[in-house]
T-cell receptor, first 116, second 113 residues
């Protein structure tokens, strides 16, 4: 079974440009999460999809970040325009949905974003 | 609100000696607790999880952790370190129905030959 995949693995862009990160969850996983680790800081939650709906987007830093999950399959996270402080590693995770039971989140390898 | 404190940013041990990575948590509700590991250029992998069953939790690769409510701790241990254990380890908490995970700052484990 394929794990969570993320594309690209690395991205280097100039301040003010736009970048789109993609995450493909494990097939059949309804829950999809985005997290971010800024240099020297903890991994922080950004948002949570259940299928195509945003369940919790309390961690999104500002309106320069837009996440979508078309059709409840893969997800994209767009940063527009990118700022220097957006540099970091962006992780995607997915989990199955079973009512009342917490399920393990499976993480992808991350996308390392560098904004110059 | 939930939070996690990993007490050591770096731990260095010799191969074959015990490993102890310390974690304290804060949670308003009965938490679920996890340890994840990240090897270089790899994704985060779940080592073990506590979800209110047995307080001593066994995970993969010989790791285990004990949930101590009175001490609000969830320390990770392994009797004998192996070179392949060198990685960064994260203590993680989740509470209530909210599925977002809260991560500690990570402990980098170095294993000396």
């Amino acid at each position: 079974e394929a794990g969570v995949t993320q594309f690209p693995s690395h991205s280097v862009i100039e301040k003010g440009q736009t970048v789109t990160l993609r995450c493909d969850p494990i097939s059949g996983h309804d829950n999809l999460y985005w997290y971010r680790r800024v240099m020297g800081k903890e991994i922080k939650f950004l948002l949570h999809f259940v299928k195509e709906s945003k369940q919790d987007e309390s961690g999104m830093p500002n309106n320069r970040f837009l996440a979508e999950r078309t059709g409840g399959t893969y997800s994209t996270l767009k940063v527009q325009p990118a700022e220097l402080e957006d540099s970091g590693v962006y992780f995607c995770a997915s989990s199955q949905f079973t009512s009342g039971i917490y399920n393990e989140q499976f993480f992808g390898p991350g996308t390392r974003l560098t904004v110059l | 609100a939930q939070s996690v404190t990993q007490l050591d940013s770096h731990v260095s041990v010799s191969e074959g000696t015990p490993v102890l990575l310390r974690c304290n948590y804060s949670s308003s509700y009965s938490p679920s607790l996890f340890w994840y590991v990240q090897h270089p250029n790899k994704g985060l992998q779940l080592l073990l999880k506590y979800t209110s069953a047995a307080t001593l939790v066994k995970g993969i690769n010989g790791f285990e952790a004990e949930f101590k409510k009175s001490e609000t701790s969830f320390h990770l241990t392994k009797p004998s370190a192996h070179m392949s254990d060198a990685a960064e380890y994260f203590c993680v908490v989740s509470e209530g129905g909210r599925r977002a995970l809260t991560f500690g700052s990570g402990t980098r484990l170095q294993v000396q030959p």
